[in-house]
């Protein structure tokens, strides 16, 4: 039974053009989280989703498996994760591999380490969850506790009735961080589902669950990455 690391990276991108081959530091984007999987105590196999030639060659520079190359019907900016996933595993079973789980990797998550991928893989399994997914908590500010509405006379309301003295005092909730990681058991993609029926969490900090969406994203994974290198 083999765990498969799978990056899904299109060429297709609105916010920044060629996202995926962006550079930081003077790699591109990919690559950070191809190096993160092979790194990985745990995954046996990094594979790449892709439709296109370019991000194929550089993902096959850094180490990374490319088994195809990703079919149109599934590479447009309206396809759903789930039949990017459900793809390769489909694939994965025609090859006969034992699979013993699904990690999901965006390769828009640079700071995530394999540090990271090896604590929610120990998680799945040491649990009988369907899956596990990385979540960050949710500022104070924008808890659901202090989200106000707009009446039709314009006035705030807030959109759950209690309300506390003490931002210290309001239950914690949280978000997925893209996800940055996705720890899923093959069942849970054949039947269309992306976490199944029980997930749990792992808890990644604001810091390491940046997600690349816009410039000034690079930007700031840049300053952090070179924050980390001079302490060092």
Do not use: W
């Not at 060629?18 to 191809?34: E, Q, T, Y």
């Not at 500022?139 to 003490?166: A, M, W």
């Not at 039947?191 to 930007?219: A, Q, R, W």
């Amino acid at each position: 039974m083999s765990i498969f690391a799978i990056i899904p990276a299109r060429g297709g991108s609105k916010g920044i053009v060629r996202k995926n081959l962006a550079l930081i530091l003077n790699k591109p984007l990919i690559s950070f989280s191809i190096t993160a999987a092979i790194k990985s105590k745990l995954v046996d196999r990094v594979l790449v989703s892709s439709d296109d030639e370019e991000i194929i060659q550089v993902a096959k520079s850094f180490g990374a498996e490319i088994p195809f190359k990703r079919p149109d019907e599934i590479s447009s900016d309206q396809t759903a994760m789930i039949d990017v996933l459900k793809h390769m595993v489909n694939y994965l079973v025609g090859k006969n591999e034992l699979i013993e789980a699904i990690v999901l990797l965006q390769p828009t998550s640079p700071l995530r380490t394999e540090k990271h991928i090896d604590e929610a893989i120990s998680k799945f399994r040491s649990s009988n969850a369907s899956s596990v997914v990385s979540v960050v908590e949710v500022p104070h500010q924008y808890n659901p506790y202090s989200v106000l509405s707009l009446n039709q006379n314009g006035e705030l309301n807030p959109i759950l009735d209690k309300t506390f003295n003490r931002r210290q005092d309001k239950p914690k909730f949280y978000a997925r961080n893209g996800p940055a990681i996705l720890v899923v058991s093959p069942s849970v993609i054949l039947d269309d589902e992306l976490y199944g029926s029980t997930s749990l969490p792992y808890f990644m900090t604001k810091e390491n669950s940046l997600d690349i969406d816009k410039k000034e994203d690079l930007v700031e994974a840049c300053r952090i990455l070179e924050r980390r290198k001079n302490k060092l």
